[in-house]
C-alpha cells in the first residue's frame, strides 16, 4: 500500500500550524507560529487580532509545512484541518484557507475535531497505542476525561462545570502578576515555591464523581489574595502558584486514577496544553506506576496547540472514508463526538 501523506491545517485560537504527517502515525514537518507575544499585552487572546494574524501567516506556514517535510502538492493526498471548536473568526481562516486549496488541487478535505487532534497526539510517538484507552484532555477550554472507546469513538465520561483546568492557571497567574499565559508561568514559579503552603480546596462535584469544577478553587484563590491584602500581609507568588497548582494536579490524578479502575482500564493518556505541565506530568508517572497502569504523554509541543495532532486525526477519519463538502463551516462549540 502506497504512503498516504495528510497535509493539516489548525487556527482556532493563536497559533497558524501546518504539518505534513505521513500514515498517521509519522510527522514529517510541524510548522507553528505562535501569536502569544502579540495577546501578552492584552492578558489573553484578543480574537480579531487573533484572526487578522492568522490570514497573514498562514500562506507562508502552509508552503513551509510542505518546504520541511520535503514534499510537493502532488505528493499529499488530503487535507485536514481544524473547524472546531474555537475561535470562530480564528477558525473560520484555516477553514477557508483549507477548502480553497482542496477545491484548487481537486483534493479530498476532512474536517476535524479540535480535541479529537489533541487525543490523537498520543499516537505520534507511542506506536503501540491503541484504542481502547482513557484519555484525559486538559485545554484552555476544555478539560475532559474522555473514553477512547476506537479511532473517532469518543465517551465523555467526565466534564467541567465551570472554568477549564487551563482557564483557571490563567485567571490564577493573572491574579498573582504573573500575566498570560498564565499556566507555562505557574509551572516554572512553582519549583521556588511551597504546594502545602495554602490549603486550597479541592473540589467534588455531587452527582458526578469524574466531573470537574475549577471556579471555586479560582475564588478561593481569589479570597486569600484579597484577605491577605486586607491583613496588609505580602503574598508569596511562588506559594500560591505551587499550592494552586497541587490543588488542580490532585484533583486531575484523584479523578482519573478512580475512573481507570472503575471502568478496567490499563491504559491511560493525557493531552492538552496543560499537559504539558511538568508537576502533573511526574503526578501521573508516579501515580500510573502505583496502580500498574502504561502512562502515555505528548512531548509538550504536541500537547499545546499544533497542526501535527490534526494530521494524524485527519488520516484515521480519512481512511475510514470521512470526507467534508464544500459546505464544510466553523463550528465554535463543536461537541466531541458530534459532526
Ligand atoms: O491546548 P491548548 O494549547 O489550547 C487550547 O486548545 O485551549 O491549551 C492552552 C492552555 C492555556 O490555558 C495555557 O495556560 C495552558 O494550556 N498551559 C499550561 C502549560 N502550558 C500551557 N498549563 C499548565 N502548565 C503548563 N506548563
Ligand atoms: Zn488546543
Same mark, same amino acid.
Given at each position: 500500500?502506497?504512503? =498516504?501523506?495528510?497535509?493539516?491545517?489548525?487556527?482556532s485560537?493563536?497559533?497558524?500550524?501546518?504539518?505534513?504527517v505521513?500514515?498517521?502515525?509519522?510527522?514529517?514537518?510541524?510548522v507553528?507560529?505562535?501569536?502569544?507575544?502579540?495577546?501578552?499585552?492584552y492578558g489573553g487572546?484578543?480574537?480579531?487580532?487573533?484572526?487578522?494574524? !492568522?490570514i497573514?501567516?498562514?500562506?507562508?506556514?502552509?508552503?513551509?509545512?510542505?518546504?520541511?517535510?520535503g514534499?510537493?502538492?502532488?505528493?499529499?493526498?488530503?487535507?485536514?484541518?481544524t473547524?472546531?471548536?474555537?475561535?470562530?473568526?480564528?477558525?473560520?481562516?484555516?477553514?477557508?484557507?483549507a477548502?480553497?486549496?482542496?477545491?484548487?488541487?481537486?483534493?479530498?478535505l476532512?474536517?476535524?475535531?479540535h480535541?479529537?487532534?489533541?487525543?490523537?497526539a498520543?499516537?505520534?510517538?507511542?506506536?503501540?497505542?491503541?484504542?481502547?484507552?482513557m484519555?484525559?484532555?486538559v485545554?484552555?477550554?476544555?478539560s !475532559?476525561?474522555?473514553?477512547?472507546? +476506537?479511532?473517532?469513538?469518543?465517551?465523555?465520561?467526565?466534564r467541567t462545570?465551570? +472554568?477549564a483546568a487551563g482557564?483557571?492557571?490563567?485567571k490564577?497567574?493573572?491574579?498573582?502578576?504573573?500575566?498570560?499565559?498564565?499556566?507555562?508561568?505557574?509551572?516554572?514559579?512553582?519549583?521556588e515555591?511551597?504546594?502545602?503552603?495554602i490549603?486550597?480546596?479541592?473540589?467534588?462535584v455531587?452527582?458526578?464523581?469524574y466531573?470537574?469544577s475549577?471556579?471555586?478553587?479560582?475564588?478561593?484563590?481569589?479570597?486569600?489574595?484579597?484577605?491577605?491584602?486586607?491583613?496588609?500581609?505580602?503574598i508569596?507568588?511562588?506559594?500560591?502558584?505551587?499550592?494552586f497548582?497541587?490543588?488542580?494536579v490532585?484533583?486531575?490524578?484523584?479523578?482519573?486514577?478512580?475512573?481507570?479502575?472503575?471502568?478496567?482500564f490499563?491504559?491511560?493518556a493525557?493531552a492538552?496544553?496543560?499537559?504539558?505541565?511538568?508537576?502533573?506530568?511526574?503526578?501521573?508517572v508516579k501515580?500510573?506506576?502505583?496502580?500498574?497502569?502504561?502512562?502515555?504523554?505528548?512531548?509538550?509541543?504536541?500537547?499545546?496547540?499544533n497542526?501535527?495532532?490534526?494530521?494524524?486525526?485527519?488520516?484515521?477519519e480519512?481512511?475510514?472514508?470521512?470526507r467534508?463538502?464544500?459546505?464544510?463551516?466553523? =463550528?465554535?462549540?463543536?461537541?466531541?463526538?458530534?459532526?
Amino acid at each position: 500500500m502506497s504512503d =498516504v501523506l495528510i497535509l493539516a491545517i489548525e487556527s482556532s485560537c493563536d497559533e497558524t500550524a501546518a504539518s505534513v504527517v505521513k500514515n498517521g502515525r509519522e510527522v514529517l514537518s510541524n510548522v507553528i507560529f505562535s501569536q502569544i507575544d502579540l495577546h501578552t499585552v492584552y492578558g489573553g487572546v484578543v480574537p480579531e487580532i487573533a484572526s487578522r494574524k !492568522h490570514i497573514e501567516k498562514i500562506d507562508h506556514v502552509v508552503n513551509q509545512a510542505l518546504e520541511q517535510a520535503g514534499v510537493t502538492w502532488s505528493d499529499i493526498e488530503a487535507i485536514a484541518v481544524t473547524y472546531g471548536p474555537g475561535l470562530v473568526g480564528a477558525l473560520l481562516v484555516g477553514v477557508s484557507y483549507a477548502k480553497s486549496l482542496a477545491w484548487a488541487l481537486k483534493k479530498p478535505l476532512v474536517g476535524v475535531h479540535h480535541i479529537e487532534g489533541h487525543i490523537c497526539a498520543n499516537y505520534i510517538e507511542n506506536k503501540e497505542l491503541e484504542p481502547p484507552f482513557m484519555c484525559l484532555v486538559v485545554s484552555g477550554g476544555h478539560s !475532559h476525561l474522555v473514553k477512547v472507546a +476506537d479511532y473517532g469513538v469518543y465517551e465523555i465520561l467526565g466534564r467541567t462545570r465551570d +472554568d477549564a483546568a487551563g482557564e483557571a492557571f490563567d485567571k490564577v497567574a493573572r491574579a498573582i502578576g504573573l500575566g498570560y499565559p498564565g499556566g507555562p508561568k505557574i509551572d516554572k514559579v512553582s519549583y521556588e515555591g511551597d504546594p502545602l503552603a495554602i490549603d486550597f480546596p479541592r473540589a467534588k462535584v455531587a452527582d458526578n464523581e469524574y466531573d470537574f469544577s475549577f471556579s471555586g478553587l479560582k475564588s478561593a484563590v481569589l479570597n486569600y489574595l484579597n484577605s491577605m491584602e486586607m491583613k496588609g500581609e505580602k503574598i508569596s507568588q511562588a506559594d500560591v502558584a505551587a499550592s494552586f497548582q497541587q490543588a488542580v494536579v490532585d484533583v486531575l490524578v484523584s479523578h482519573s486514577i478512580t475512573a481507570l479502575a472503575e471502568y478496567k482500564f490499563d491504559k491511560f493518556a493525557i493531552a492538552g496544553g496543560v499537559a504539558s505541565n511538568s508537576h502533573l506530568r511526574d503526578a501521573f508517572v508516579k501515580a500510573c506506576d502505583e496502580k500498574g497502569i502504561k502512562f502515555y504523554k505528548p512531548s509538550p509541543i504536541f500537547c499545546t496547540d499544533n497542526a501535527a495532532m490534526i494530521g494524524v486525526a485527519g488520516y484515521y477519519e480519512y481512511m475510514k472514508g470521512m470526507r467534508s463538502g464544500w459546505d464544510l463551516n466553523a =463550528v465554535p462549540n463543536l461537541k466531541l463526538g458530534e459532526r
